[in-house]
């Protein structure tokens, strides 16, 4: 099942949706702009009539993309209607045509040139952040993906801890070490810094 054929499963398991039900889609759409950061556009919500318009609108704001597709299972949930059934197609989907992208990502992880101390910097952010992550990855400009992870009830808050700063060195252009005290400090976590500076950075 590609991704074009996911999507028009799904609009056709929720064709006829009535007004209480799109009311919840369209409150949905509303959480899902502030998550990411934008300012939500009431008016392209609220032209919104069916579950396609919704979905062109999420995919505008890249929160649903063919790699990205978890943002579906909220959506399920939030509408409260064949539940069971979108989950069984997202997981489908996502078990048989997400592997060779997910494999594929992996072997790009692997050409990031290792940085001892920020692997130990991702340790100990993960270990010690508790639920700070989300304000340390949008100052690291990463909404898109705090977005994903917020919706993703699967992961431990350490490993979404570990994905941010992935993605931050994956995206930096040089050391990546710099940008991630600026973003705690800025974030208030004045503790996770100074440890960073005095026990790690200093050796």
């Not at 099942?1 to 009535?18: G, S």
């Not at 759409?29 to 990411?36: F, N, P, S």
């Not at 692997?119 to 952010?125: A, D, G, K, N, R």
């Amino acid at each position: 099942m590609p991704y074009a054929e996911l999507k028009a499963e799904i609009c056709h398991t929720w064709m006829q949706l009535n007004e209480e039900q799109m009311a919840r889609v369209r409150f949905t759409l509303l959480e899902a702009a502030r998550e990411v950061g934008e300012y939500p556009h009431m008016r392209e919500i609220y032209k919104c009539s069916d579950l396609p318009s919704a979905l062109i609108l999420l995919e505008k704001w890249m929160l649903l993309t063919s790699e990205k597709v978890d943002i579906l299972l909220w959506l399920g949930e939030q509408v409260g209607f064949h539940t069971e059934m979108v989950r069984s197609l997202v997981e489908r989907y996502k078990k048989h045509f997400l592997c060779t992208s997910t494999e594929e990502k992996e072997r790009q992880l692997g050409k990031v040139p290792q940085n001892p101390q920020y692997s130990e910097i991702t340790e100990y952010l993960g270990e010690n952040l508790r639920g700070g992550w989300p304000d340390l990855g949008r100052r690291l400009g990463l909404n898109n993906l705090v977005a994903e992870l917020l919706i993703d009830s699967s992961l431990r808050q350490k490993d979404k801890v570990y994905q941010i700063l992935e993605k931050h060195q994956e995206q930096a252009a040089g050391d990546p070490v710099p940008a991630v005290l600026q973003a705690l400090q800025k974030c208030g976590m004045n503790r996770q810094h100074s440890y960073i500076v005095k026990e790690i950075l200093s050796r």
